[in-house]
Nanobody, 111 residues
Framework: VQLQACGGGLVQAGGSLGLSCVSP????????AGWFRQAPGQERELVAA????????YYADSVKGRFTVSRDSAKNTVYLHMTSLEPEDTAVYYC?????WGQGTLVTVSS
């Protein structure tokens, strides 16, 4: 199973960006999923998670109130909407579903 993540890019601090993760099969429709990120020199960390019913189950303290995870099961897609972005949010963002990972998409927030 291959997850495809996209939507990264360069944004100024205070801006917004949306990421999406799609699976060619119904993997993302039937299972919980999460978004991770990894900044240079740091460990990969869980940012947000959502269950199969579409209910967010976790937000890292650093993104609470700024990031929103959602899903569209009909489209086999999970989203991460990011607002009030900060330079500290700069990282490669990965979507995850069980043993499967997306390829990562780079988010760069300039100050």
């Amino acid at each position: 199973v291959q997850l495809q993540a996209c939507g990264g890019g360069l944004v100024q601090a205070g801006g917004s960006l949306g990421l999406s993760c799609v699976s060619p099969r119904r993997t993302l429709s039937n299972n919980g999923a999460g978004w991770f990120r990894q900044a240079p020199g740091q460990e990969r960390e869980l940012v947000a998670a959502i269950n199969w019913r579409g209910e967010p189950t976790y937000y890292a303290d650093s993104v609470k109130g700024r990031f929103t995870v959602s899903r569209d099961s009909a489209k086999n897609t999970v989203y991460l909407h990011m607002t009030s972005l900060e330079p500290e949010d700069t990282a490669v963002y990965y979507c995850n579903c069980g043993p499967w990972w997306g390829q990562g998409t780079l988010v760069t927030v300039s100050s």
